[in-house]
């Protein structure tokens, strides 16, 4: 599997990829041109040996001094469990951590995913309010589901 940054020739699969969720209701859509807006916070795991398929995303979007959030992240299902989006979690936190971030969080309906990573389901008033900036244009607003979770840097994995 080689991990690497995204770069355009991916959107088109990440965008199959993370509305074909959104469809089934386990995460939100996005938008092609937010994908292109946000392809620098993106990692991608990108199966070489069936012929450069897009086995998963994630992204790292930095809200404010010390605090990113970890988003759009996605396994095809034909790769899921073999550590693969913990992996492009890793990667994004090890991107974070060269900047100085101290806090991650993430607003998921797979709490168990990051749990085994190390972050802890917090309410979402814990979260400062530059989170929820972004939040407006989401359809689920002000009624969101999902749940927030955080884990500080430097915390270990379960």
Request: proline share 3%; aromatic share 10%; with cysteine.
């Amino acid at each position: 599997m080689e991990y690497r940054k995204a770069v355009f020739g991916d959107i088109e699969a990440i965008y199959e990829l993370v509305n074909k969720y959104a469809e089934e209701g386990v995460m939100l859509a996005r938008s092609r041109n937010t994908l292109y807006e946000t392809i620098r916070d993106m990692v991608v795991a990108i199966d070489e040996k069936n012929g450069g398929r897009l086995a998963g995303v994630g992204g790292l979007h930095i809200i404010w001094e010390k605090l990113a959030e970890v988003r759009t992240m996605a396994v095809d299902p034909d790769y899921i469990r073999r550590g693969i989006g913990g992996e492009i979690v890793r990667r994004l936190m090890a991107e974070g951590d060269e900047l100085g971030i101290e806090q991650y969080f993430t607003l998921t309906y797979k709490p168990g995913f990051f749990q085994t990573l190390g972050f802890r389901i917090i309410t979402k008033e814990e979260l400062p309010h530059k989170v929820w900036k972004e939040c407006i244009d989401c359809p689920k607003f002000p009624n969101c589901d999902e749940i927030a979770l955080m884990r500080e840097a430097g915390t270990k994995a379960q």
